[in-house]
Antibody, heavy 119, light 110 residues
Framework: EVHLVESGGGLVQPGGSLRLSCAASGFTFSSYWMSWVRQAPGKGLEWVANIRQDGNEIYYVDSVKGRFIISRDHTKNSLYLQMNSLRAEDTAVYYC????????????WGKGTTVTVSS | QSVLTQPPSASGTPGQRVTISCSGS????????VNWYQQLPGTAPKLLILNDNQRPSGVPDRFSGSKSGTSASLAISGLQAEDEADYYC???????????FGTGTKVTVL
């Protein structure tokens, strides 16, 4: 069965850093684009970043460019999101999603990990 | 990046048909396929419709998608209590490159 499990969320102060992980299982991780999508409390979905199978093509939403880095490790079947210079507006549940191509959004989603940026 | 526009709410009684609209532009819906997601309370989103009008395996045929120009629609026929959820459309946007979601529609079963 296909599974995505996020981890690494928590409470962090403004300006701080956090690294999210997403462990994939049940499919050939190296064959898919992957995404991070977030949802602020009581708000809608916001796409954050996409990464191609080989890691050489990456896209970010404007609000995180220069602060967040998406990456992947095929030896660990894992997706990562390094979040730096965190702001209160980054507070959200972060989901990882498997994409069947770069523009597909996601066909399989994890349950999410919560990031709270507050002093 | 743009945001796709959806009505904030929709409702119907059991058995009725409900339609949700999703309005975009030539840089997103006008040139790329639309996907729809269902988010039940307290859970992760689930893919409901892909590539404008295709249902993934396991999605009931009560759910259907369509697209015309820069707008798309999701229809729920034979509305059931378990359909009460938030629904989001989504599409890739060219220039700047990125995925955009709709504003979301809360469906209430009366």
């Amino acid at each position: 069965e296909v599974h995505l499990v996020e981890s690494g969320g928590g409470l962090v102060q403004p300006g701080g850093s956090l690294r999210l992980s997403c462990a994939a299982s049940g499919f050939t991780f190296s064959s898919y684009w992957m995404s991070w999508v977030r949802q602020a409390p009581g708000k809608g979905l916001e796409w954050v970043a996409n990464i191609r199978q080989d890691g050489n093509e990456i896209y970010y939403v404007d609000s995180v460019k220069g602060r967040f880095i998406i990456s992947r490790d095929h030896t660990k079947n894992s997706l990562y999101l390094q979040m730096n210079s965190l702001r209160a507006e980054d507070t959200a549940v972060y989901y990882c999603a498997r994409c069947w191509y770069y523009g597909s959004g996601g066909d399989v989603w994890g349950k999410g990990t919560t990031v709270t940026v507050s002093s | 990046q743009s945001v796709l526009t959806q009505p904030p709410s929709a409702s119907g009684t059991p058995g009725q048909r409900v339609t949700i609209s999703c309005s975009g532009s030539s840089s997103n819906i006008g040139t790329n396929t639309v996907n729809w997601y269902q988010q039940l309370p307290g859970t992760a989103p689930k893919l409901l419709i892909l590539n404008d009008n295709q249902r993934p395996s396991g999605v009931p045929d009560r759910f259907s998608g369509s697209k015309s120009g820069t707008s798309a629609s999701l229809a729920i026929s034979g509305l059931q209590a378990e359909d009460e959820a938030d629904y989001y459309c989504g599409a890739w946007e060219d220039s700047p490159n990125g995925y955009v979601f709709g504003t979301g529609t809360k469906v209430t079963v009366l």
